[in-house]
Structure formats: structure tokens, C-alpha cells
């Protein structure tokens, strides 16, 4: 069975959401994912998302990302989310996205380590679930768009050169199983799905870790196919430890206690109940002092004590962090939690330049699984869920060109000698040049 389609997506977190919604009408979009359309990172995000508050707070934001990322960090892609990122949370807004406001109705802004002032916004501590809820229903009012869930990408299909679709497993009463589809051994539909153009929205690495924070089916597939077909990868050793998860015995995904609440008074304990590391120090800074402190201990954590935030707060803002601990036995308006540092991020991923673009024609990827070096060597907090806005935004305009441009043949040529000229002023995207090049046509 093969089905065509202008674009395909395949993942439906935020990245993949909003770049559907930011294609043109007239084209059909077809989306896959590996599980529920709610089943992604996107939807557990807790801390917030960051927006540049004014123009004074431009260096130091710029500055703290850097400072981060180990100043690896691609400048350009930092300075390209960082002055887009008011008009992505006004968009936010204007698809029904509430952050908290104060008594006068303005935004609040809360601070998480590594940032020099207070400058993300937030909806309680589940800011990924209301950002994600919204955006998934603005894409199920779009006629232009079909999802389909429980199907996942295998493979490419690929003329060597360019990306053409994707090979996707689908449920046995999937929509997309016709008379002549072929089944695995294990009863599940083979589908060669064609596209015009194909973009890889698939989320991190989590599921290959035996702690983590993301759901277990974030499992780089996107990478693994990249590999398969000499798709250039960038950075794949930058995995991020987030220093702060519930300890439990208990098998399964590893329940994050959001930075947020380090940045809102929490503070780290010893097993003698002593402070021994700046809790707001980035994140790989901090979990490597848990380690170390773990080692001289013996002991399989550290505490998180929340005792310098009003019950209040901790029962309103971090409501979702609260109630989850109850269930584990923990009141943290009472006492210190055990917490343990797990995989939680990806900074490296399928090599893109800042319009989302893979080293292979046709194919995009944004969001996590993707690496324009917006990071660095280390994600300062709640820049993720923004970059797969910024960019997933960018990768939606680059499409509408490229496919306006294949429908008229004629400035194809043009648009891969743009593609040259801007790449060249990279050197690092020295491999991409050549494909290019060899990719126009000999006339
Ligand atoms: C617990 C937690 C808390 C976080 N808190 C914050 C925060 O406060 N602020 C912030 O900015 N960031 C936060 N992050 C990071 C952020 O949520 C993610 O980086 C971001 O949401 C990634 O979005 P995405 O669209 O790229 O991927 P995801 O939302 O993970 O979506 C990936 C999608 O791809 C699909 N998929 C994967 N493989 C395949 C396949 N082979 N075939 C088909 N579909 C596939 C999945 O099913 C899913 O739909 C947090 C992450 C976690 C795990």
C-alpha cells in the first residue's frame, strides 16, 4: 500500500504540531506518530518556555544560553530563537495557550537555574501539557491535516540522493491498510507513504536509557535511519542528565522535579542533611555534584528540600510535582524528597541549518531530534519547547517555497544555488555544498 501526500511529519510533540500548522492550507499534510498523539515529551514538559521580556534582557539571555551551552553553541541559530521568541508565544496565545498572570492580568515570569533573571513563562507545572492540548486541537480542526497514531517511521524511501517518504508499521485496522498491503510476521501493516517533503519531528533518545525522564518509545529512530543513509549527524555525544528526579525502585519513565523549583528557593541535601552545590548552577554542573556526593555517600540520591517555598506555591505552581510525591509517599511542604539525576535531553541530533534542513534534500527535522547547535554542549532550561517552535515555524516557510519550487520546475536550479551560496558561508557545511552541487542539474 502507498499513500501520497504533499508533507509528511512524522512525530506530533510540539515541533511537529506546530510546523503542520504553519503550512499552507492548499497542501495536504499527513502526520505519523509511534503512540498517542498525546504520548511525547512536548506533553510532559513542566517547567515553561522562555521569551525574551524586552530588548535590555536581550545580551544577558543571549549570554546566559551561551554560558550553558559551553559556548559551543551555533550563534546564529541562538540569535534567530532568541528574536522570535515573542511573536511564537503570542502565537501560543492566540491558539488559546494560558501562562499565569498576575492580579493585573500581566504575564508572570519564573527563573530556572543557569538563567540571570526571571524570564519564562509558565502554566502551573504542566506548561508542556497546555501548550501541547492546544496545539494538537488547533491541528484537528485543520481539513488539510490527517494523523494517524500508532504508526512509526522504519526507514526512508530515498532515490539515494533525496528523501521521498517514508516506510511506516501501522496497526492491522489502521485506515491506511488497503487489499494489496503487505503484513510483518507480527501483524503489522507495512505502508510506503510518498511525500513531497518529509519531516522528522521525532522527539529524543530517553527509551534508550534505563533511567530517563522521557516516555520509553523516544527511542532516536530518526538517528538510526540517518545513519542507515549517510544523513549527517551533529553532536551525538550531548545528552543532557537533568539533576532532579523523583528516586524510586520502581521500574519505568523517571518523574522529573522541575528546575523551576530550584529556581523558586529549593534546595539540594546531602545524606547529612548539609547543602554542598549551588542549586542554580546548569544542569550538568549540578548533577555532577549529586554524583560525586552520591559516591561519597554510598547512597542511590540526595534530597530536595522545599522548605524555603510557601505551601502555597508549592500546592498551586507545582500542584502536578506535589500530588505526585503524595502518591510516593513524599509531602514536600514537609519534608525533604529523594531525588536522583536521569537522562533527559538531547542536544545533538540530525544535522540541520537554520531553515531545518537535513543534509538530504526533501527531508527537515526539528524539535529534539534535530541539531541546528542552538544548545550547545548543554540546553539551558526551557529553551526546548521555544527552539521546536522557532524552528519547526522555519522548516513550515522553507517548505512552502521548495514545493512551490518543485511544481514549477523552473527555478529548482534557483533554489539550489540559493541553498549553495547559503550554505557556503559555513564552513562546516562544507559536505552539504558539495551534495548540492552535485545534486543541479547538468544543464
Ligand atoms: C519530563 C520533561 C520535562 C521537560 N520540561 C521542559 C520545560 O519545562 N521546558 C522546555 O522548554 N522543555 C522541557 N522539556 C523538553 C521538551 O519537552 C522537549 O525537548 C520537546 O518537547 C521536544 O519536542 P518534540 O516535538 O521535538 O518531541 P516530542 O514531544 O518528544 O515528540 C516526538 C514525537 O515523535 C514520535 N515518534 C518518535 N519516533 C517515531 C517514529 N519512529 N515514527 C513515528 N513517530 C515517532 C513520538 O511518538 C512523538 O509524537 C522536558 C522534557 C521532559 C521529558
Known sequence: MSINTDVLIVGSGVAGLYCALK??????????????????????????????????????????????????????????????SGQAIEDLISYGVEFERDENGDLKYTKEGAHSAPRILFHQDVTGKE??????????????????DHTTMVDIITDGEACEGVVALAPKDSPLVAENTPFTDDGRAIIDIKAKEVVWACGGIGGLYEHSTNF???????????????????????????????????????????????????????????????????????????????????KKHVWLSMENIDEDTIKHHFQNIYETCLKEGYDCTKEPIPVVPAQHYFMGGVDVNSDSRTSMQHLYAIGETSCNGVHGANRLASNSLLESLVFAQRAAARIEKEIGDIENDDSKLLNLNEYVNASLVFAKYKESVLNAIKAIPAS
Open 23 to 84: 503550512l499552507p492550507r492548499d497542501k495536504k499534510v499527513v502526520m505519523i506518530t509511534k503512540a498517542s498523539p498525546e504520548e511525547c515529551d512536548s506533553w510532559l514538559a513542566q517547567g515553561g518556555i522562555c521569551v525574551l521580556r524586552n530588548e535590555e534582557d536581550y545580551d544577558a539571555y543571549y549570554e546566559d544560553t551561551l554560558r550553558a551551552g559551553h559556548y559551543e553553541n551555533d550563534r546564529s541559530s541562538v540569535d534567530i530563537m532568541i528574536r522570535s
Open 216 to 298: 520509553p518509545h523516544m527511542t532516536g529512530d530518526a538517528l538510526g535511519i540517518a545513519l542507515k543513509h549517510n544523513i549527517r549527524l551533529r553532536n551525538p555525544d550531548y545528552v543532557q542528565i537533568h539533576p532532579t528526579t523523583l528516586y524510586s525502585e520502581k521500574p519505568g519513565r523517571s518523574f522529573l522535579i522541575s528546575e523551576s523549583v530550584r529556581g523558586e528557593g529549593g534546595i539540594l541535601l546531602n545524606d547529612k542533611g548539609e547543602r554542598f552545590v549551588d542549586e542554580l548552577l546548569p544542569r550538568d554542573v549540578v548533577s555532577k555534584a549529586i554524583f560525586d556526593e552520591m559516591k561519597k555517600s554510598g
Open 131 to 148: 501548550i501541547t492540548s492546544m496545539l494538537l486541537a488547533a491541528v484537528k480542526k485543520l481539513d488539510n491535516v490527517e494523523i494517524y
